[in-house]
């Protein structure tokens, strides 16, 4: 993991089963990625801008698609993007607004706004330089617009990041880090992410403790829980 980004992100091995409560996943390093929060839709003189942040530890591909197919492991048809930027390593960089312009009026509003698992009406996918494919890595954001009074503005939906032939869902942890004391024990080293509110508050010991009770609770902010995750580094 970079030391220089300020959202800590974890990538989770891809799964269709979301209240499963075995799911275990490692620490990846990204490359590249596009910053969650820094996506938003500026509109000005009559015409939208794209507006976004991104870190790159390579040279990378940064290409958009509008209102795209594609299959689960981020196979996007038409493979042409609307926009393509080879861009320089270096973190929190901003995405240049001069060729970030997007021309909705093309497409209906029905195409901007819907979206299901294999069509979406907007993806940002950062590709970092790699010579070796079987590592090659590629981040992609999936975005649906939204009307509001007139005006469209964007929503995220996921992020993936596909290394080799895995897709993996990235998720951010909230509040704490790996390593710290378990907030239930007070002494096993935190190891434990609980969904959906995402605090990594918990040993394993805790976790285990924690799913055999009937009203199971996150330590931290009370929600209620879904599943846990168990992150070995
Ligand atoms: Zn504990
Ligand atoms: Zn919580």
Do not use: W
């Amino acid at each position: 993991m970079g030391n220089s980004t300020s959202n800590f992100r974890i990538p989770i091995t891809f799964s269709t089963d979301k209240n499963s409560l075995k799911r275990s996943s490692s620490i990846i390093s990204s490359f590249a990625h596009i910053e969650k929060e820094s996506i938003s839709l500026k509109y000005e003189d009559e015409k939208y801008y794209l507006d976004f942040r991104y870190s790159a530890r390579v040279r990378s591909t940064i290409q958009i698609f509008l209102c795209a197919h594609h299959s689960e492991f981020c196979n996007i048809q038409p493979d042409i993007p609307i926009i393509a930027l080879t861009i320089q390593e270096g973190m929190s960089q901003c995405f240049p607004s001069d060729v970030s312009t997007l021309s909705l009026s093309e497409y209906g509003e029905e195409e901007l706004t819907k979206y299901s698992s294999s069509y979406t009406p907007l993806i940002i996918q950062i590709i970092p330089f790699s010579s070796n494919q079987q590592i090659q890595q590629l981040h992609t954001s999936y975005l649906s617009f939204v009307k509001e009074n007139g005006r469209f503005s964007v929503k995220l939906l996921r992020q993936h990041l596909k290394i080799g032939y895995e897709v993996y869902e990235l998720v951010e942890i909230y509040g704490n880090y790996l390593g710290e004391k378990c907030s239930v024990c007070l002494s096993s080293k935190r190891d434990t992410l609980v969904f959906p509110c995402k605090h990594l508050c918990l040993c394993s010991r805790c976790a285990v403790n924690l799913k055999m009770q009937a009203v199971r609770k996150c330590p931290i902010c009370r929600t209620p829980l879904e599943s846990f995750l168990k992150i070995s580094k």
